[in-house]
């Protein structure tokens, strides 16, 4: 199975790096659905944007001395893009309202989930060929 490690679950996938990603995700949602909570003011969204891009060079630089296939990018390509609808649904359904215009009727929104899933598919596609 995809997800499945020998001797692992799905959360042996998600490294530090990974989980910092998803919290800072989650908070810059609740920023965005819902900007009146008092949570809003205890990290900033600058704060917040930096540490993701910081992660993201970091994981750049550091590429060559990881041991991650393109499984385990797919992997976390598929949690990562159901993760962030999963957050639009609940937000939605908990009352709020995207002040940036995150929503599923937007274009824009909708192009980049298609672009994400046309380089799942790729990369599935890859990964099926290199198990053969």
Do not use: C
């Not at 917040?48 to 296939?69: E, H």
């Not at 159901?82 to 009352?95: D, N, V």
């Amino acid at each position: 199975m995809l997800f499945y490690k020998k001797g692992g679950h799905l959360i042996k996938l998600l490294k530090p790096w990974n989980i910092i990603v998803l919290i800072a995700f989650t908070l810059l949602f609740i920023y965005d659905y819902f900007p009146n909570v008092p949570l809003t003011g205890t990290v900033s969204n600058r704060v917040l944007i930096i540490l993701i891009i910081g992660v993201f060079l970091l994981s750049l630089m550091f590429k060559k001395f990881n041991k991650t296939n393109n499984k385990e990018i797919l992997a976390w390509q598929i949690i990562m893009t159901l993760y962030i609808i999963f957050l639009m649904g609940l937000f939605t359904i908990l009352g709020g309202q995207s002040s940036a215009g995150i929503a599923f009727n937007n274009a824009f929104f909708l192009g980049v989930l298609l672009l994400s899933l046309f380089d799942m598919y790729s990369l599935w596609k890859k990964v099926k060929m290199s198990e053969a």
